[in-house]
């Protein structure tokens, strides 16, 4: 050995002896220590907190939202989806809409500052819009053009109103269950359509699926079918599980409520073949865990991981009724605790493009022109009744997208980074002081609106009713255009109060409203529902009620919760709750414009009469 190499040695070994003692010196101490540390353990490491992801697909747009363990928003992310229409017919591509979920989720992953490994759960919820895809899983056409990518038919198409007529004149007992007549917006309809018109994708299609049982399945690999979509759009018996299972033994359970002589009598038969395998053989409770979570391949486009619990999916209005329909002020949620059947004077209004209109209870209620009652379609174990309208955010876009007058008032609207909703809000409310009216809604007195632009789902189920206007001038200005954007507001909560006495009067007992979606944003919006209907309309704390809705699917999946009654009461909260107006002259007022409102339907069915007798 060198002399520089045990000059080397020497100082490692002097450096080395103190930390030698001091070692020593600590296992000394902790053998002192040791009857001390064995009655007193170090504590646990905190729990890893809970990080639901709800991904919802709208018409326009997929949208992820991820939720800690008290049901607040910790960061949300939208994508846009592609749409054709044409006419009647309105479709879009299950590809494309996958992209764009995953976009979404990374998205709002990195603007919450949420890695993959720290969410826990994930439940989809979607537009009941109808997929086909062949035995590889690859899109099957349904579209005149023949574009593979179009293998989507979008909830809002109605190519299919004469096929739905043609399965209501079966008077089939399954259509006593969707009020009294399938719509064209339902899925029979349209499977009979594709049958009679594109034979061809009609022979490719392996499986037929609701838009969000399909994601479910996209991501999970498991074909199990949510109680929501199956009973709500495809004339799925839910009930004929009651006896046979209870949601907090949920499990996939073999399709047992297909009525297959429905099926055979509308020229269906061959989707009873193979039990029901291109329709679904099996089907379970919403937030029912679906096979071993995430496959590998769905985790990495989703950029979380494999093996994350996934719950049986939701319809995205119904998803909004779950993240909302607890969120009721402490002092109601005290009292519900004695009521049990104080959830059961709830409707929730979910309004986005369309408006839906969900109330649930504990007996079946059979209502005329209103669909259901649906059983555990979507608060497992009580009986669902559903009413809508098919075109609510979307018509209040064509108003004020058709006018004259829009282009520049979208650009002030825009300079100014509001909406046009709340500028057109701004005008009336100066209109209103200019004119010196009474009170705001006033300002339409000569002017009313029927909303039936895209047909009436609800109460009167007419998919061929139209919309009328009344009151029309050569007045192109801005000032007439907020008219016209209030008059179409009013008619569309004319048709809400119309869908609430029909149901109130078939032996539902509402009296509180809990609003969601886009348009519950908007403050005109909201307090013209409250004072035409007349009840308080309960906000949520968090805007994202569809959102919260999927989250809480998955968080049952992960057995975070055992129910999804306990997981809406730990998730939903209560916003601002907007009362009706208490002066006498506001609901004389909206008592006269409503009788218009009826009448105006009335008018309308006679001169369709005299129309058809001049054609006959």
């Known amino acids: 050995m060198s002399g520089s190499q045990r000059r080397a040695w020497s100082d490692q070994t002097l450096l080395l002896e103190p930390l030698q003692r001091r070692h020593q010196q600590i296992q000394h101490h902790s053998r ?28 326009g747009s997929a949208r992820a939202g991820l939720f800690d363990d008290d049901g607040r928003l910790l960061g949300s992310a939208s994508s846009p989806i592609q749409i054709w ?35 826990t759960s994930l439940g989809f919820a979607a537009t009941c819009s109808l997929v086909a895809v062949d035995s590889d899983g690859q899109p099957v056409t349904v579209s005149w053009s023949g574009d593979t990518r179009r293998n989507i038919i979008v909830w809002m198409d109605h190519r299919a109103v004469q096929q739905a007529e043609r399965i209501n004149s079966s008077n089939s007992p399954v259509l006593q269950y969707c009020g009294g007549a399938v719509s064209p917006e339902m899925q029979p309809p349209k499977l009979l359509w594709v049958k009679e018109n594109l034979q061809e994708s ?31 759009k495809w004339t799925y018996l839910g009930h004929a599980h009651m006896q046979q299972i209870n949601e907090k033994d949920s499990r996939d359970m073999e399709a047992c409520g297909w009525d297959d002589d429905f099926w055979e009598e509308i020229g269906l038969s061959d989707l009873v073949d193979g039990h029901h395998s291109k329709i679904g053989r099996s089907v379970a409770f919403p937030g029912h865990a679906l096979g071993s979570g995430l496959t590998p391949d769905a985790a990495k486009e989703l950029g979380l991981v494999a ?53 649930i209870s504990q007996s079946k209620l059979f209502i005329p022109g209103v669909w259901g009652p649906f059983w555990s379609a979507m608060v497992p174990q009580y009986w669902l009744t559903e009413g809508g309208q098919s075109a609510t955010g979307a018509l209040l876009d064509y108003i004020i997208e058709n006018h ?16 046009i909703f709340e500028l057109l809000n701004e005008i009336l409310e100066s209109m209103k002081q200019e004119l010196g009216s009474l009170f705001l809604a006033a300002l339409t007195d000569d002017i009313h609106v029927f909303p039936d632009f895209h047909g009436n789902r609800s109460p009167i189920a007419d998919p061929k009713s139209k919309g009328m206007i009344c009151g029309l001038s050569l007045d192109t200005s801005e000032k007439q255009l907020a008219l016209l954007y209030l008059a179409t507001v009013q008619g ?77 009461k730990a998730l939903n909260s209560a916003g601002q709750v907007v009362y009706p107006s208490n002066e006498a002259k506001v609901k004389k007022y909206h008592d006269a414009k409503y009788r218009i409102f009826r009448e105006l339907y009335e008018q309308h069915l006679s001169h369709r009469s005299i129309m058809v007798e001049a054609l006959a």
């Open 32 to 59: 002192l220590s040791s009857s001390v540390e064995m009655s007193t353990p170090p504590p646990p490491p905190p729990p890893l907190r809970s990080v639901f992801l709800g991904v919802d697909v709208g018409t």
């Open 85 to 119: 229409k044409d006419g009647d017919c309105i479709e879009q591509s299950s590809t494309d809409i996958w992209l764009a979920i995953c976009t979404a989720v990374k998205a709002a992953c990195s603007l919450a500052n949420i890695s993959g490994e720290e969410v």
């Open 202 to 232: 009609w022979s490719m299609a392996f499986r037929w699926m609701d838009l969000s049982d399909w994601l479910s399945y996209r991501a999970t690999g498991d074909d199990t079918r949510s109680l929501c979509t199956t009973v709500c």
């Open 307 to 359: 093996g994350t619990p996934v719950g049986t999916s939701l319809i995205d209005a119904h998803a909004g009724g779950v993240g909302v329909m607890e969120s009721v002020p402490v002092s109601d949620s005290e009292a519900k605790d004695i009521d049990k059947e104080a959830i059961c004077h709830r409707m929730v209004l979910v309004c986005g493009t369309s408006t839906c209109h969900m109330a």
């Open 404 to 419: 004259v007058a829009s282009p520049h008032l979208a650009n002030r609207a825009a300079s100014r980074r509001i909406s």
């Open 492 to 568: 569309i909560a004319y048709g809400t109060r119309h869908i609430v006495e029909h149901c109130n009067a078939h032996g539902h007992k509402i009296n509180t409203l809990l609003a969601c979606g886009g348009l519950a944003k908007n403050s005109l919006f909201v307090q013209e529902h409250a004072d035409i209907i007349g009840y308080p309309i309960v906000l949520p704390r968090e805007n994202e009620s569809v959102l919260l809705g999927a989250a809480i699917l998955g968080a049952v999946a992960s057995k975070k919760y055992s129910t999804m009654r306990e997981a809406m």
